[in-house]
């Protein structure tokens, strides 16, 4: 059974960083699209990245491009969402999914597997 588990989430202060990292077990990372979506308090899951099963090509939410940068290892079964010049708005749970196909979608219906998140709160 595919598990994902994330990690590196915490309190910043705005306009600061984190990196998020998320390790794949069970199954091999490089059959994988990843994603990286969030859900704050009240709100619909949404996504924020997404990188491909080749090539590397990613793709971001408006809302943080040019801020946040998604990553992959594969032989070290880890992505990564290396987020800077984080805002308060940044704040949720931010998760990581893998789906088998060579695309990530936008859609959190599609993917596969999920870890179980990890907190982000962005306050000064």
């Known amino acids: 059974q595919v598990q994902l588990v994330e990690s590196g989430g915490g309190l910043v202060q705005p306009g600061g960083s984190l990196r998020l990292s998320c390790t794949v077990s069970g199954g091999t990372l490089s059959d994988y699209a990843m994603g990286w979506f969030r859900q704050a308090p009240g709100k619909e899951r949404e996504f924020v990245a997404g990188?491909?099963?080749?090539?590397?090509?990613?793709t971001y939410a408006d809302s943080v491009k040019g801020r946040f940068t998604i990553s992959r290892d594969n032989a070290k079964s880890t992505a990564y969402l290396q987020m800077n010049s984080l805002k308060p708005e940044d704040t949720a749970i931010y998760f990581c999914a893998a789906v088998s196909s060579p695309r990530p979608p936008s859609s959190s219906r599609e993917y596969n597997y999920w870890g179980q998140g990890t907190q982000v709160t962005v306050s000064s």
């Open positions: 990188i491909t099963r080749n090539f590397n090509i990613r």
